[in-house]
């Protein structure tokens, strides 16, 4: 038997989720809880499978109790299910540790699904969730690819973008033509670029050099 905790402030959200807990065979309701604090209580005392959780709630919001859960209770998956679609909401919430995030705007099937998903400890997030964790994917690698470059890569880009040939390079930073060729070469391939032009192109809309 799964056993679900429901916890909003609201109580037509209760009978909502209740309504899609009791329609499905194997799943019960061990509790619903009206606040923060009254959830987190009724969580240690029923030590539910999954919890369907506001993010506002009064005493303590969500974020807070499904950090404690995380702490204390790691046997209780966390479904926040909420209307707030804020980045620093979202990310707030997966970092405390809630293995589903789901907005009260999706349909009563994507809520029966998120359930599913926890009861099996999957996380289940909604699609607008999904596009927040690929976009902070994407700027993870590309912060990661522009902090990839060394001091004297910069430095040499910054040379070049100022029209310095190889070897004006070398006498400036008295380095060989070589060792100027070759933090050149790294940097236009850590950049995914093949000429000079370009390099430098890229560097200033990174803003990694000025123009």
Known sequence: ML??????????????????VECHPGWE????????????DLAMKERPDVV?????????NGVGVTRRLHQDLPGASV??????DEDDTISG????????????????????AAISSLGARRTYFSSAVSEFLLDAA??????????????RELEVAQLIAEGNSNKQIARKLVRSIKT???HRAAAMRKAGVRTAAEFVRFAIKQNLIQA
């Not at 056993?3 to 899609?20: F, Q, S, T, Y």
């Not at 369907?52 to 303590?60: E, G, Q, R």
């Not at 479904?79 to 707030?84: I, K, N, V």
């Open 3 to 20: 056993r679900v905790l429901i916890a909003d402030d609201h109580e037509l959200i209760r009978r909502g989720v209740r309504n899609v």
């Open 29 to 40: 309701v061990c509790g619903e809880a009206d606040d923060g604090q009254a959830a987190l």
């Open 138 to 151: 994407v700027n993870d690698r590309k912060r990661s690819r522009l902090e990839s470059f060394t001091m």
């Open 93 to 112: 919430g997966l970092s405390a540790g809630a293995r589903g995030y789901l907005l009260k705007t999706d349909s009563a099937a994507s809520l029966e």
């Open 52 to 60: 369907v959780m506001d993010v506002s709630l009064p005493t303590m």
């Open 180 to 182: 100027v060729e070759c």
């Open 79 to 84: 479904l926040l299910y909420t209307m707030h």
